[in-house]
T-cell receptor, first 114, second 112 residues
Framework: KAGVTQTPRYLIKTRGQQVTLSCSPISGHRSVSWYQQTPGQGLQFLFE???????NKGNFPGRFSGRQFSNSRSEMNVSTLELGDSALYLC?????????????FGSGTRLTVV | KQEVTQIPAALSVPEGENLVLNCSFT??????LQWFRQDPGKGLTSLLL?????REQTSGRLNASLDKSSGRSTLYIAASQPGDSATYLC???????????FGAGTILRVKS
């Protein structure tokens, strides 16, 4: 079965612009989480969606937002991009059943802000 | 606040060696713990998931143990191969399992 699909794989944006990243979870998975990975901070939790509702949110500014659609696909938006937003953004999905199942991650979107 | 530490930060071993990667966490009230592998520039590949009620999990040459009371987990890799070279990440799931807190990872290089 298909894994977690993230698009696009690479993006180059200019400071001040906004960007939207997309994530399609594994079929049947309703929980979708987003993480930011940078060399300095490592992997940090952004937010988690379940059945179109944001269930958890990490410590990121309001410029970072997301949503989930009825088919469980999720999008993440970053507005007013800053150089420090350059990172690998990873999406993960998990099967229903709370924590009984582990997360499956996508290949990520590499965002470069210039 | 949960903090996860991985030791060592980097490890270089000759092919065939057995090795142990360590992960420690500050809050023992975890739901589960997951080990991942990450190749350069790639996403994460799940290796093993241990529920808080379990002591260990095994998959092929990999064995992960969990001691929740002491806040420790180890990943044992038997008979290492050059293809095992990657960054290994430990992640702790909080009480509801819905948020992972990651360690900084151990960069492993297996020399042929």
């Amino acid at each position: 079965k298909a894994g977690v699909t993230q698009t696009p794989r690479y993006l180059i944006k200019t400071r001040g612009q906004q960007v939207t990243l997309s994530c399609s979870p594994i079929s049947g998975h309703r929980s979708v989480s987003w993480y930011q990975q940078t060399p300095g901070q490592g992997l940090q939790f952004l937010f988690e969606y379940f059945s179109e509702t944001q269930r958890n949110k990490g410590n990121f500014p309001g410029r970072f937002s997301g949503r989930q659609f009825s088919n469980s696909r999720s999008e993440m938006n970053v507005s007013t991009l800053e150089l420090g937003d350059s990172a690998l953004y990873l999406c993960a999905s998990r099967a229903p059943g709370q924590g009984n199942y582990g997360y499956t991650f996508g290949s990520g979107t590499r965002l470069t802000v210039v | 606040k949960q903090e996860v530490t991985q030791i060592p930060a980097a490890l270089s071993v000759p092919e065939g060696e057995n090795l142990v990667l360590n992960c420690s966490f500050t809050d023992s009230a975890i739901y589960n713990l997951q080990w991942f592998r990450q190749d350069p520039g790639k996403g994460l590949t799940s290796l093993l998931l241990i529920q808080s009620s379990q002591r260990e999990q095994t998959s092929g040459r990999l064995n992960a143990s969990l001691d929740k009371s002491s806040g420790r987990s180890t990943l044992y890799i038997a008979a290492s191969q050059p293809g095992d070279s990657a960054t290994y990440l430990c992640a702790v799931g909080r009480y509801d399992g819905n948020k992972l807190v990651f360690g900084a990872g151990t960069i492993l290089r297996v020399k042929s």
